[in-house]
């Protein structure tokens, strides 16, 4: 059978329990404050600067897109010459 809760109800918390529900709240409440402290900070703050891409990083990856591209063209050559084999591998075949 459920117990009804009222006016009348006796909750009893020895002093252990009630220690660690008082340090459990001052401790959510201490980070509180402290997040909220460190988002006014980070609001004080200047904004940082637009990043600028430096030649020799331009140079970089126009180099590494261009060795890319080469490498898949050498690929797309094997693929052309296996797919001939394979077609002339079935002309036999018939």
Known sequence: MAKKIDEG???TLDLKTIG????FVA???????SLNASI???KKLPLPPDPEVT????????????QTIMTT????????EDIKRIE???DQLK
């Open 9 to 11: 109800t006796q909750i």
């Open 20 to 23: 660690i529900i008082l340090f």
């Open 27 to 33: 401790t959510v409440v201490g980070m509180w404050f």
């Open 40 to 42: 006014d900070e980070a």
């Open 55 to 66: 030649r020799m990083e331009f140079d970089m990856k126009d180099q590494m897109i261009r």
């Open 73 to 80: 063209s050498g690929d797309v050559d094997e693929i052309k």
């Open 88 to 90: 002339e591998k079935i």
